[in-house]
């Protein structure tokens, strides 16, 4: 892990240092094996949690973000670049003869289940700290109100400002460690070859809940609870979030399928989608609003989008609309039955029976818009099937 600590792009790093890592970037053991291996540690660090090991000495959501921060400078390399695609290009091979060859040098698996540890840490990273900073936005309204604060107990207090004082620990480092992990992200999804193998399940349908997940977290209903005093220490910063989300969702909708896997959702929501887009025009980021509006148009243009609006409209035109569509057929019907009976004749409009009652309903009944002899409406029978 000392590697880490030598390698970030900053003037601090002293001359012979940077030759020191050039050197050891340059060695084929290097491009060939740290990449894969570093990957195997951060999939398999799940398989620790729950032994019996000394929590205080193991935490895999730090070790996996020491990881995150060595992968993102070898990313700088080309030639540990390469070996990563050839990762991605075996993890593809197994579902598809495409690309064998350069898939030889990588190991089945071990990308899928690197980028799976990837999405999960995200999902958990993100979700978890954007829910203690809700938390603490509810106690600085609560302390907001000095009169209801001063009317608790000084143990309730105490208990308040230790909670207060716990998750603003977590929730600073916890975002520390999701912004890296979207960093590492980003730069996957940027790479086209390293982008097809997220169109491969089980990754394409989690990265596509990933993104409709976090894009919800962020300018969703639930979005002004996030507004906390001093989000700078949170490393909070919605925009900049948001534009890595959209980043990622415009690099993977080059790809057909992953605006396919989006509408295949049931948490797609158009209508948190056109709010994130109307934001980024807002803020004048126009390139990524124009990015987003394009993979909802890529979405818009995928047949489970459109059969899923189909049946939203005959959904609800036989529940809201139906009983109205009868009612306008009766109105219409029974227009044309007074006008007809206005321009026939008397013996028609007012045929008389044996017994001698009015049967000025006779041409109503032969038109088709009258009761049977059991009393139903055969008319409003054949209007509902219609409906139906």
């Excluded at 880490?4 to 890592?21: K, N, Q, S």
């Excluded at 991605?88 to 089945?108: D, E, M, R, W, Y």
């Excluded at 399940?201 to 976090?214: I, N, S």
């Excluded at 126009?286 to 459109?306: C, E, F, I, R, W």
Aim: overall charge negative.
């Amino acid at each position: 892990m000392a590697m880490a600590a030598a390698m970030p792009a900053c003037t601090c790093v002293a001359a012979g240092e940077m030759a020191l890592v050039t050197s050891v970037l340059s060695t084929p053991a290097t491009q060939q094996q740290l990449v894969p291996a570093l990957m195997r540690v951060y999939g398999q660090a799940d398989f620790v949690v729950g032994l019996d090991v000394d929590r205080d000495q193991y935490d895999k959501f730090s070790m996996r973000h020491q990881i995150d921060e060595i992968l993102m400078e070898l990313w700088r390399d080309e030639r540990c670049r390469t070996c990563v695609r050839q990762q991605a290009a075996a993890a593809a091979s197994v579902h598809s003869a495409v690309g064998l060859a350069a898939a030889s040098a990588g190991t089945p698996g071990l990308f899928a289940s690197f980028v799976s540890a990837v999405l999960n840490d995200l999902m958990y990273l993100f979700k978890d700290s954007l829910e203690r900073l809700a938390d603490i936005r509810q106690i600085e309204d609560s302390k907001a109100n000095k009169e209801a604060w001063a009317a608790l107990s000084p143990e309730a207090r105490k208990d308040k400002e230790t909670f207060y004082e716990g998750q603003r620990r977590t929730a600073a480092g916890f975002m520390s460690y999701a912004l890296t992990t979207l960093e590492l992200l980003v730069a996957l999804t940027g790479d086209k070859d390293i982008a097809r193998t997220f169109m491969v399940q089980p990754l394409l349908g989690r990265t596509a809940y990933a993104v409709l997940h976090f894009m919800e977290l962020l300018v969703g209903p639930r979005c002004q609870d996030l507004a906390v005093q001093n989000p700078q220490h949170y490393h909070f910063d919605q925009h900049t979030l948001l534009l890595s989300i959209v980043k990622i969702a415009g690099q993977l909708s080059r790809e057909v399928e992953f605006a396919q896997a989006l509408a295949e959702e049931p948490d797609f929501d158009e209508n948190i989608m056109q709010t994130a887009v109307s934001l980024l025009n807002a803020q004048h980021a126009y390139g990524p609003a124009d990015m987003l509006s394009a993979v909802l148009t890529s979405v818009a243009k995928t047949p489970v989008h459109q059969s899923k609006k189909q049946r939203r409209g005959l959904a609800g035109f036989r529940g809201v609309g139906a009983a109205d569509a009868i009612a306008a057929e009766h109105t219409k019907a029974a227009a044309g039955v007074n006008k007809a009976a206005e321009t026939s004749s008397p013996m028609q409009n007012f045929a008389m029976s044996a017994d001698g009652s009015s049967n000025g309903t006779a041409a109503a009944v032969a038109a088709g818009y009258g009761s049977s002899s059991d009393g139903s409406s055969p008319a409003g029978t054949k209007l509902l099937a219609g409906v139906e």
